[in-house]
């Protein structure tokens, strides 16, 4: 259904529903586009801060075992390896 389709007095709180509904499927697209800019503004920036991207490991007790960290971020894990 269209929004000009509804014209009537009864039609006013349809209307009104759809429109909040349009307004709210806007915000949380905006929403998600302004998170995904900022994320990729911030890898940018440290980039730049660092250079080259900071690698660690942990095969500590406690820790994921053979866990792998790029710049902060897990990224992936090497199974049966304890040390580098």
Partial sequence: MRLIE???ARDEALVEAAWR???AS???WASALLARMADR???VRAARRHGRPEIE???EAG???GALY???QRVG???????L
């Fill in 21 to 23: 509904a349009r307004v």
């Fill in 41 to 43: 503004i911030a890898r």
């Fill in 57 to 59: 490991f942990y095969a």
């Fill in 26 to 28: 806007t915000l949380r």
């Fill in 63 to 65: 820790a994921p075992e």
């Fill in 6 to 8: 509804l014209r009537g």
């Fill in 70 to 72: 790029v710049d902060g």
């Fill in 77 to 83: 894990s090497l199974p049966g390896i304890t040390r």
